[in-house]
């Protein structure tokens, strides 16, 4: 199994930053692809950003230039930088991972964290 532990949400005014981070732990044995999506009120969850193992990134059209995600590996960690807040950003954001852990046998899954509130005021 594998834990992740997300902070960093908050509220903040249009224009304004925030950084989201999300630790996880457990039995790993590798991190395979990490990411980010977020779930406005009323609507779907949407993926914001991924990064691969190998530091490949992907990005919402509608996030572009704002938002920089990257990883520290020995840390088992992701970041998301938000720059340029907009209102349209407000949701809850949710850490995703693919994780290879360790058990009897190697096992290939996919976790969520709890998500965290971002807020952006206009």
């Known amino acids: 199994q594998v834990q992740l532990a997300e902070s960093g949400g908050g509220l903040v005014q249009a224009g304004g930053s925030l950084r989201l981070s999300c630790a996880a732990s457990g039995s790993i044995f590798r991190l395979n692809a990490m990411g980010w999506f977020r779930q406005a009120p009323g609507k779907q969850r949407e993926l914001v950003a991924t990064?691969?193992?190998?530091?490949?990134?992907n990005y919402a059209d509608s996030v572009k230039v704002r938002f920089t995600i990257s990883r520290d590996n020995a840390k088992n960690t992701v970041y998301l930088q938000m720059n340029s807040l907009k209102p349209e950003d407000t949701g809850v954001y949710y850490c995703n991972v693919e994780a290879i852990t360790v058990g009897a046998t190697l096992l290939i899954d996919d976790y969520w964290g709890q998500g965290t509130q971002v807020t952006v005021s206009s």
């Open positions: 990064i691969t193992d190998g530091g490949s990134t």
